[in-house]
């Protein structure tokens, strides 16, 4: 019979592909945590370290005039009394200039309100319609980072109980390792982002990874469960019926995955700003669980040749 | 047959119950999708946990003072045992409910202790000079370049620190101001002793303008016990000269004499009022949180959200797109590779779509933006399983199989493999929702419910759908459910 995908030929290469990326996750992890001012292993956005985010569009007749940001963070250290608000400050036009995103540390509402005002004598008008602004104190942070990894934690064990119980040991063992994989490359591009473009992750991004972590089983369960079937039924080779499998399997998980990645296309094409990098995430992590599902986990399954 | 023909009927009326839910009970929206402020209120306590008597506590307290206030479909919800969150839908400021929410309102009636006569005038006087400084620097931010004015504000401060012997902590010139002015009031209400009437002993607050001049005044009614002892108190200390100091949150607001006239019976009737220079809104402020009462424990805002109107209605839009335009792609992707069996999965969809929205509205489902991405991911899911099923059908027709008999052992082979992946993805869903934060529950809460219906919509509509089909001959043609490249694999 002849194979679309050749396996059993390709183990070697599969799994140190897989290694090789999961060296690089490591290695943004690690420059994230020793060479960057944030010095942790990623770049913790407001939701977990508390700040100021303010989003508000300007109004304009038709163009709106060009500030530089440098300008305008001088006058408002001009208007402003309390000087210690600007410091850490980043500000910055976007949307032919239209629309002004700033982020402080933590402000309290009426710093913040009156950084606004400031600004609406600067730049102004604003259209307080379209304003978006989030103020997270630091300890309510710091407790949203611990939910996280609480709640990433606890998942992950409840996933892993359930598919010991669901399959034998082994299967359980290489699809949570499969999970692993795609988290901690999904984390890793994070760390690589947040080193070279000042990306940040927020709760969503938890988030992601949990759905990732769900979806990733889900694939890699889906062909286990074949494979296993097949096992029972069809008279040929171990390593033969697991090649068999992932091919039969195959057409499944990759039109899965491009229609699960059709919607988070639209997400990032036309969704809300807010869910950007959210979708990004989802959409690295589901290439990469079914990268790992059809073949890294049942690679790990064969058994070499003695 | 008569059962198929019992499940279309049943999911015919599941579709028409979904339009006439959507159409009667419209979907809440989240603030991130109408506007408005939300803030998360954290209740302090220094030792031990917050016990779920005192959450109450709190919870019913902000409940008052928000009502109060006089917001219109505020929404107050208590999160993981010691926070609350408010939403404040409409483009409102939360600068407002900040001040409001925030203090204590621990109310309490001292008098003075005796032989602090000279004392308390100093501090009044102090006082006095901390408010014009005050005003002085309010009026000197408003001008804005008067930074000569704010060096004499400033000296002037340094100057006040030194005859009270107390240094400021704080970093800003104004926030220097007010911790001075707290320091006084406190030392102020450190001349008096407590007496036992206090902010229980009330039944309402109210306020009005003073007639001699712009200030305003609040009112204070007491219950009956606390009418008479407030008339007893006010007996004991007429006509001496010590003084009646009206203290909130450990900070003494006002201090009154009582006129001789009153040293037989006190001061009856079962009210008082409190005049200390009050603006209309400081007024309406103390007014708000008396009527509330005092809260058990102290609470800090720790999360403020706000989102204009116009913002919101652009997310709805945005959302709407990424929507419909995934749910198109997804449908011509399906179509194109199943042929028939796509367009069954497409009608399963758009009533996988409908079911939805109408449990959002009827359990009800507070719809935000991580929500519908929620609802977006899980239409993904949902086509997973139909995507399962038809593989496994062509697999069978390959094989030789009749038609229907393909079908049925299409379905009821997939149907292990859907059923260990949905409950992965609901085992995150449910850990998300119990741990979560607000918005993460959002979307745990919508990816769920899409997860559940899906088992639904997958492994009974698509089936029913098929069948029903497959009674019309020139809907039974096998090539029909195969690629056009008939390949094998």
């Keep these: 019979m002849k194979y679309k995908l050749e396996l059993i030929k390709n183990k070697r290469k599969i799994i140190g592909f897989s290694t090789v990326l999961i060296l690089l996750s490591l290695l943004g992890i690690f420059y994230s945590t020793f060479n960057t001012s944030y010095k942790k292993p990623i770049n913790l956005g407001m939701d977990f370290v508390g700040g100021n985010e303010l989003r508000i569009e300007r109004v304009c007749e038709e163009e709106c005039s060009n500030f530089s940001p440098d300008s305008v963070l001088e006058k408002l250290r001009e208007i402003s009394k309390n000087k210690n608000v600007l410091n850490n400050i980043k500000l910055q036009f976007q949307n032919n200039n239209k629309l002004i995103s700033i982020r402080t540390p933590y402000l309290s509402i009426e710093e913040s309100n009156n950084l606004i005002n400031n600004l609406d004598n600067i730049v102004g008008p604003l259209n307080y319609e379209s304003k978006d602004s989030r103020l997270?104190?630091?300890?309510?942070?710091?407790?949203?980072?611990?939910?996280?990894?609480?709640?990433l934690l606890v998942s992950l064990f409840a996933i892993s109980l359930y598919i010991t119980i669901r399959f034998d040991k082994k299967y359980?063992?290489?699809?949570?390792?499969?999970?692993?994989?795609?988290?901690?490359?999904?984390?890793?591009?994070?760390?690589?982002?947040?080193?070279?473009?000042?990306?940040?992750?927020?709760?969503?991004?938890?988030?992601?990874?949990?759905?990732?972590?769900g979806y990733s089983v889900n694939d890699t369960v889906v062909i286990f469960d074949r494979i296993r079937e097949n096992l029972k039924l069809k008279n040929e080779g171990y390593n033969e019926t697991i090649q068999l499998s992932v091919n039969e399997s195959f057409r499944r998980t990759t039109f899965t995955s491009i229609t699960t990645l059709f919607p988070?296309?639209?997400?990032?094409l036309f969704g809300s700003y807010s869910l950007f990098w959210f979708s990004l995430a989802l959409s690295l992590g589901i290439i990469v669980g079914s990268y790992s599902s059809i073949l890294l986990a049942p690679s790990l399954l064969l058994k070499d040749k003695a | 047959m008569k059962r198929r023909q019992g499940w279309l009927f049943f999911i015919l009326f599941l579709f028409t119950l979904s339009v006439y839910l959507l159409i009667n009970y419209p979907l809440q929206l989240g603030l991130d999708l109408k506007g408005g402020s939300q803030l998360t209120l954290q209740i302090i306590k220094e030792e031990g946990k917050v016990t779920r008597?005192?959450?109450?506590?709190?919870?019913?307290?902000?409940?008052?003072?928000?009502?109060?206030?006089?917001?219109?479909?505020?929404?107050?919800?208590?999160?993981?045992?010691?926070?609350?969150?408010?939403?404040?839908?409409?483009?409102?400021?939360?600068?407002?409910?900040?001040?409001?929410?925030?203090?204590?309102?621990?109310?309490?009636?001292?008098?003075?202790?005796?032989?602090?006569?000279?004392?308390?005038?100093?501090?009044?006087?102090?006082?006095?000079?901390?408010?014009?400084?005050?005003?002085?620097?309010?009026?000197?931010?408003?001008?804005?370049?008067?930074?000569?004015f704010l060096k004499v504000i400033q000296d002037d401060l340094k100057e006040k620190e030194q005859e009270l012997n107390y240094t400021s902590t704080s970093k800003d010139l104004y926030e220097k101001l007010i911790e001075i002015k707290k320091y006084v009031d406190k030392e102020i209400t450190n001349l008096f002793i407590k007496t036992d009437l206090s902010g229980k002993d009330l039944i309402n607050a109210g306020r009005r303008q003073e007639q001699?001049?712009?200030?305003?005044?609040?009112?204070?009614?007491?219950?009956?016990?606390?009418?008479?002892?407030?008339?007893?108190?006010?007996?004991?200390?007429?006509?001496?000269?010590?003084?009646?100091?009206?203290?909130?949150?450990?900070?003494?607001?006002?201090?009154?004499?009582?006129?001789?006239?009153?040293?037989?019976?006190?001061?009856?009737?079962g009210s008082a009022t409190i005049s200390g220079n009050f603006s209309a809104e400081n007024a309406r402020e103390l007014e708000v949180q008396l009527k509330g009462g005092s809260l058990p424990l102290p609470i800090e805002i720790v999360e403020t959200n706000t989102i204009g109107a116009l913002l919101g209605s652009n997310n709805i839009l945005k959302s709407l797109y990424a929507a419909i335009s995934g749910l198109i792609f997804v449908g011509i992707f399906m179509i194109f590779n199943y042929r028939i069996l796509g367009f069954v999965s497409v009608l399963s969809l758009v009533l996988y779509g409908f079911f939805n929205l109408a449990l959002y509205s009827l359990i009800p489902v507070t719809l935000t933006l991580p929500g519908i991405s929620g609802l977006i991911l899980s239409i993904g899911m949902a086509v997973d399983a139909n995507i399962l099923i038809f593989e496994r059908i062509r697999e069978e027709l390959y094989d030789g199989n009749t038609l229907t008999r393909s079908i049925d052992s299409g379905f009821q082979r997939a149907n292990s493999s859907?059923?260990?992946?949905?409950?992965?993805?609901?085992?995150?869903?449910?850990?998300?929702?119990?741990?979560?934060?607000?918005?993460?529950?959002?979307?745990?809460?919508?990816?769920?419910?899409?997860v559940l219906i899906s088992l639904f919509t997958s492994l009974n509509c698509s089936k029913t759908i098929l069948r029903f089909f497959t009674t019309y001959q020139s809907l039974r043609q096998k090539n029909l459910y195969l690629p056009r490249n008939n390949f094998s694999n």
């Design chain 2, 53 to 148: 008597d005192e959450l109450e506590a709190v919870n019913s307290v902000i409940d008052k003072r928000v009502n109060n206030l006089g917001v219109s479909e505020s929404n107050l919800q208590t999160l993981g045992g010691d926070q609350l969150i408010l939403e404040l839908p409409g483009e409102q400021n939360p600068l407002v409910a900040s001040r409001v929410l925030g203090k204590t309102a621990l109310l309490e009636f001292r008098t003075q202790k005796k032989g602090t006569s000279t004392d308390l005038k100093t501090l009044q006087l102090q006082r006095l000079n901390i408010k014009e400084l005050i005003e002085q620097y309010s009026s000197a931010e408003k001008s804005q370049n008067d930074d000569n």
């Design chain 2, 418 to 450: 859907i059923v260990d992946g949905h409950i992965t993805t609901l085992l995150s869903c449910f850990v998300l929702f119990l741990l979560g934060t607000n918005f993460v529950k959002g979307f745990a809460a919508t990816l769920g419910i899409g």
């Design chain 2, 212 to 269: 001699t001049n712009n200030n305003w005044e609040v009112l204070l009614t007491f219950s009956n016990s606390g009418g008479e002892k407030f008339a007893e108190i006010t007996k004991s200390i007429a006509g001496t000269n010590q003084l009646l100091a009206i203290v909130l949150d450990g900070e003494s607001i006002s201090e009154a004499s009582v006129g001789s006239q009153f040293a037989n019976t006190g001061i009856t009737g």
């Design chain 1, 172 to 213: 359980a063992l290489f699809a949570l390792l499969a999970l692993f994989h795609d988290l901690v490359i999904v984390f890793g591009i994070f760390s690589w982002l947040g080193v070279i473009l000042s990306v940040e992750v927020n709760s969503l991004f938890a988030v992601s990874l949990l759905t990732i972590a």
């Design chain 1, 264 to 268: 988070l296309l639209s997400i990032i």
């Design chain 1, 136 to 151: 997270i104190g630091p300890k309510l942070g710091k407790r949203l980072l611990t939910n996280c990894v609480t709640s």
